[in-house]
């Protein structure tokens, strides 16, 4: 992922096969087609944005053995964007009450972003199967442990964010923010689930040993360490920072086309699109 001053997504063959055979079946010189698709960020984003290519990306249960995950959710996500710019206003959900947001506007001019919408489809690509990290810390003097844990530990990767090497950091930040994003856009009723009984709106007890996370907290962690990439980066990778800066600065609004896509195109499907691992 990546190119001098924007990230991009490099479509695979099989990506390329995928988008004329959806938008256009018929047309004679399938081969410059595709070069033209992929040589031409313009048409390429014309094809991506496709109806004919989103209905059949949504209709297909089998869609990840002809396309590439990152494409996959490049389609959603251009989808949601233009979804969110037709419409005059969010909805946000205040206790058993539903408030309309009108922040659309703000919504399209974040999507505008192709570095970021890039980084988006990237980053949910990354939920579809768990990783684990194994790590040495030095439990006291002299005595060095080894840890196992997943991706998806957020309490444990805070805890060692801190503790890493200042060149592994980076890795840290930005999957804890990632699965801050991740949680509030796709899955924002487990986190509402986790911190409150659903009926009666009462905290759940705290379990020993368990942090509990408000989704209020999964938005103030976020924003902090999407922040703590982008000071990372800078100096770096500028373009990367400058994502990281938007999410920092945009976290809830970023959270609006992930909730589309998880309410409108994956209702049925989210827990297997994401529990592959």
């Known amino acids: 992922m990546g190119s001098k001053g924007k990230l991009s997504l490099k479509l695979t063959d099989r990506d390329l096969e995928f988008l004329v055979e959806s938008a256009s079946p018929d047309v004679a010189d399938k081969t410059k087609l595709k070069q033209i698709i992929d040589e031409d960020e313009d048409f390429r984003n014309t094809f991506i944005s496709d109806e004919k290519v989103f209905r059949r990306v949504v209709d297909d249960k089998e869609i990840f053995l002809k396309i590439s995950p990152a494409l996959f959710f490049e389609i959603l996500l251009r989808k949601a964007a233009k979804d969110l710019q037709e419409a005059r206003f969010t909805v946000e959900k205040s206790g058993t009450s539903k408030i309309p947001i009108f922040d659309t506007p703000d919504i399209a001019e974040l999507m505008s972003n192709e570095s970021l919408i890039t980084y988006l489809a990237d980053m949910l690509s990354s939920f579809i199967k768990t990783s684990s990290y194994r790590l040495s810390f030095r439990a006291k003097p002299g005595v060095w442990r080894k840890i196992t844990f997943s991706d998806l530990d957020i309490h444990t990767l805070m805890t060692f964010s801190e503790a890493v090497n200042e060149p592994h950091r980076l890795r840290f930040y930005k999957r804890i923010a990632d699965i801050c994003l991740f949680i509030l856009g796709i899955f924002p009723e487990y986190a509402e689930r986790e911190y409150r009984y659903p009926f009666s709106g009462q905290l759940r007890p705290q379990i020993q040993g368990k942090v509990r996370i408000s989704p209020q907290q999964y938005e103030e962690e976020g924003k902090k360490f999407y922040r703590l ?40 499907r989210k827990e297997k699109v994401f529990g592959r691992g």
Do not use: C
């Open 229 to 268: 990439a982008a000071e990372y980066e800078e100096g770096r990778n500028p373009t990367l920072a400058d994502v990281f800066w938007a999410l920092h600065g945009n976290f809830r609004t970023a959270t609006k086309p992930l909730n589309v896509i998880s309410e409108r195109y994956l209702t049925y």
